[in-house]
Structures are given as structure tokens and as C-alpha cells.
């Protein structure tokens, strides 16, 4: 089991920045990949930036304006979020999938609400 926990929402102008955090607790030694996805209203939730295997991937949208970044002693993500735009206003949740047994296991955070006013 992995328990994860989110801060550093909020509001924002656009072109300001956030730094959102996602605190990992249990089996976190089992964790092959850990990313962020968000979901704005009315729409499917997508990814936005992930660490698996120590490579990181972006979605084309935040390439150049967000870092996603890992500290394992701390066993805390982050994600350093610049020149933010109003489109970037989404609920924004922390994702860990573990490998266990041969398999696969997906958890979730409960999300932090990022709004961007235009």
C-alpha cells in the first residue's frame, strides 16, 4: 500500500508560479513510477508529467514550463509549475504505480484544486 498526499494548490495570476508537493508514505520502495495528472471541469483526467525508471516525460502543453522532481529521502514529487496559464486551471492529482508479485498497482492522491485567473 501506498498513501499520498498532496499540497501547494491554490490561486494564481496568470504567468505566476506554484510549486504543488505529493508526500509518499508506506511501500514506497515498491514505486516503479510516480507522476501528476489533472482534471479539469468537464474533462477526462490526463497527465501531465511522470517519473518512470528515471525518465521523465512531459506533456507536450507544460514542456518548458513545469519540472517534475523527485526527492527519495524525503519521499516527496514535486511540481514546479511556471508561466502559468488560465488553461492550466485543473484539479491536479499525485499518482504512484507500484510493482509487486509481478503486478501492477495503481494509487492515487485526493487531488489539489490549481486555479489560474486570466
Known amino acids: 500500500q501506498v498513501h499520498l498526499v498532496e499540497s501547494g494548490g491554490g490561486l494564481v495570476q496568470a504567468g505566476g508560479s506554484l510549486r504543488l508537493s505529493c508526500a509518499a508514505s508506506?511501500?514506497?520502495?515498491?514505486?516503479?513510477?510516480i507522476g501528476w495528472y489533472r482534471q479539469a471541469p468537464g474533462k477526462q483526467r490526463d497527465l501531465v508529467a511522470a517519473?518512470?525508471?528515471?525518465?521523465?516525460n512531459y506533456v507536450d502543453s507544460v514542456k518548458g514550463r513545469f519540472t517534475i522532481s523527485r526527492d527519495n529521502v524525503q519521499n516527496t514529487m514535486y511540481l514546479q509549475m511556471n508561466s502559468l496559464k488560465p488553461e492550466d486551471t485543473a484539479v491536479y492529482f499525485c499518482?504512484?504505480?507500484?510493482?509487486?508479485?509481478?503486478?501492477?498497482?495503481?494509487?492515487w492522491g485526493q487531488g489539489t484544486q490549481v486555479t489560474v485567473s486570466s
Open positions: 517519473i518512470s525508471s528515471g525518465v521523465i
Open positions: 508506506g511501500s514506497t520502495f515498491s514505486i516503479t513510477t
Open positions: 499518482y504512484a504505480r507500484t510493482l509487486r508479485g509481478g503486478l501492477f498497482y495503481d494509487y
